[in-house]
C-alpha cells in the first residue's frame, strides 16, 4: 500500500513524502526506524487524484494542471526504468524483486506510486502488461502490447530492453528539439516584451511632449503614436482577448474537426510541413520496425503504430493501408496507395520484404530520418535565429525613426 504523510525529522523540520508499507502501522514504524516522527499519514489510491475534494473551478483546474505536470515528468521516468528492469531481469532476477529494487532508487513520486501501484498488482496475480494497462497516462500503448508479447513469447527481459532503447532514443530526441528550440522561442517572447514595453510606457511620455509643440507631426510619426495610444489604452482588453482566443483554440483543438483542421495545417503550411514529414516517417518506420523485430502480428503493428504518429489524416491512411494488407496486398503496395511516405522509403520497404527483412530495413530507415531530422532542426534553429533579430531591429528601427524625424524637422527650422 502507498501511504502519503508528513513528519518530523531529528533537526525539527516537517517532511512531506510517500512511503510503501503493508499497513498504517508497519509505514508508521517504517518512518519511526527511518528517524522520523509522523505528524499525518493516510492511504494514497494512486487511481486518483489526492486533492480531488478541492471545490471550484479555480480548484479545479488547479488539480488538473498539477495532475498534467506530474504525469508529463513520471512519462520521463520511463526510459530509466525500464533499463533499470531490463539490467535486472538479464542479471536472472525475479521479476517482483527486481520491481521491489527499483522502487528504492526511484525519485520522482508520482511515478513512485505507480510503480507501487504495479508490484501490488503482480502480487495479487496480474500480468505485468496488465498492471502497466493500468497507467495508460504514463506507458503508452506501444509499450503494454510489446511487454504483452514478451509474456506470451518467455522473452520480457529483450523485449524490456529494446523498450529501454526505444524510450531513451525518444527523450534524446525531444530533448533536442526542446534545446533547439528554447533560444528561438525566449528571443522573441523577449523581442515582443521589449516592443510592447517601449510602445506602452516610452512612446506616450514623447506622444505628449510633441503634442505640446503644437506642429503637425510626421505621418509615420502620427501612425506610431497612434498604435501606441491604443495599446496604452486597451492592452488590459487585448491581453483578454489573447488568453481567451488561446482557450477557444485549445478547447477547438480537442474536438474531432479542430483536431482534422489542425493536422491538415501540419502538412500544408510552407517550411514547417517537410520538418513534420520527416517527423511522421521517423515515428511510422522506426516503431514499425521495432514491433515487428518483436514479432507481433502486422495488422496488430499498424493498429499500435498510427496512435504514435499522432495525425488524424495520416491514421486514417494507415488504416486504409492496413485494410489492403488484410486483403492480401504487400505492405510496400499498401503503403505507396497511402501516400504518406516517399518513394526513396517506399523502395526500400519493397527491398526489406523482397529480401524478408522488412523490420531491419525499417529500423535502418528511422535511424536514416533520426539524424536527417535532427541536422534538419539545427539548421532550421541556425536560420530562426537571424531572423528574429532583423525583424526586432527593423521594428524597433521604425519606431526610433518615427520618433526623431519631429526632432529633425524642428532643428532644421531652428537653423
Not at 534553429?381 to 531591429?393: A, F, N, Q
Amino acid at each position: 500500500m502507498i501511504f502519503e504523510y508528513e513528519a518530523l525529522n531529528k533537526n525539527g523540520q516537517t517532511v512531506a513524502d510517500v512511503i510503501d508499507a503493508a499497513s498504517e502501522v508497519a509505514a508508521r514504524q517504517k518512518l519511526r526506524a527511518q528517524g522520523l516522527y509522523p505528524v499525518r499519514i493516510r492511504r494514497h489510491d494512486i487511481l486518483t487524484n489526492g486533492s480531488a475534494g478541492r471545490r471550484g473551478v479555480l480548484g479545479r483546474y488547479y488539480d488538473e494542471l498539477s495532475n498534467y505536470i506530474a504525469l508529463k515528468f513520471s512519462q520521463k521516468e520511463v526510459g530509466i526504468f525500464s533499463r533499470q528492469l531490463s539490467t535486472l531481469l538479464h542479471a536472472g532476477m525475479p521479476l517482483l524483486t527486481a520491481i521491489n529494487d527499483i522502487i528504492e532508487q526511484i525519485d520522482n513520486k508520482t511515478f513512485k506510486r505507480i510503480v507501487i501501484d504495479i508490484r501490488e498488482k503482480l502480487e495479487e496475480g496480474s500480468s505485468l502488461s496488465n498492471c502497466l494497462e493500468r497507467h495508460r497516462a504514463v506507458f503508452s500503448e506501444m509499450y503494454i502490447n510489446m511487454v504483452r508479447v514478451g509474456e506470451n513469447l518467455g522473452s520480457l527481459d529483450q523485449v524490456i530492453e529494446r523498450l529501454a532503447d526505444l524510450e531513451e532514443k525518444k527523450s534524446i530526441l525531444r530533448s533536442k528539439i526542446q534545446a533547439a528550440l528554447w533560444y528561438p522561442t525566449f528571443l522573441a517572447c523577449f523581442s515582443v516584451i521589449v516592443i510592447l514595453f517601449i510602445m506602452i510606457n516610452i512612446i506616450p511620455s514623447l506622444s505628449r511632449m510633441f503634442l505640446e509643440l503644437g506642429r503637425e507631426l510626421p505621418l509615420p510619426t502620427r501612425i506610431i503614436m497612434g498604435f501606441s495610444g491604443f495599446l496604452a489604452k486597451f492592452w488590459p482588453l487585448l491581453l483578454l482577448l489573447f488568453i481567451a482566443t488561446g482557450y477557444y483554440l485549445r478547447k477547438y483543438s480537442k474536438t474531432p474537426e479542430g483536431r482534422h483542421k489542425i493536422d491538415e495545417l501540419k502538412l500544408s503550411v510552407p517550411l514547417f510541413k517537410n520538418i513534420y514529414r520527416k517527423l511522421v516517417v521517423l515515428r511510422f518506420t522506426q516503431n514499425l520496425g521495432v514491433l515487428l523485430n518483436n514479432r507481433v502480428d502486422i495488422l496488430k503493428s499498424f493498429e499500435i503504430v498510427k496512435k504514435i504518429v499522432v495525425n488524424n489524416i495520416i491514421e486514417s491512411r494507415i488504416d486504409e493501408a492496413a485494410v489492403r494488407i488484410r486483403e492480401g496486398a504487400t505492405v510496400s503496395t499498401a503503403l505507396s496507395k497511402a501516400d504518406f511516405l516517399p518513394k526513396l522509403v517506399l523502395g526500400m520497404i519493397a527491398a526489406g520484404e523482397a529480401s524478408d527483412s522488412l523490420d531491419t530495413m525499417l529500423l535502418n530507415i528511422g535511424s536514416v530520418y533520426e539524424t536527417e531530422f535532427d541536422l534538419t532542426i539545427t539548421s532550421l534553429t541556425s536560420l530562426i535565429e537571424p531572423i528574429i533579430i532583423v525583424i526586432m531591429g527593423f521594428v524597433i528601427g521604425l519606431i526610433v525613426i518615427s520618433v526623431l524625424l519631429p526632432i529633425f524637422e524642428m532643428n532644421l527650422i531652428l537653423q
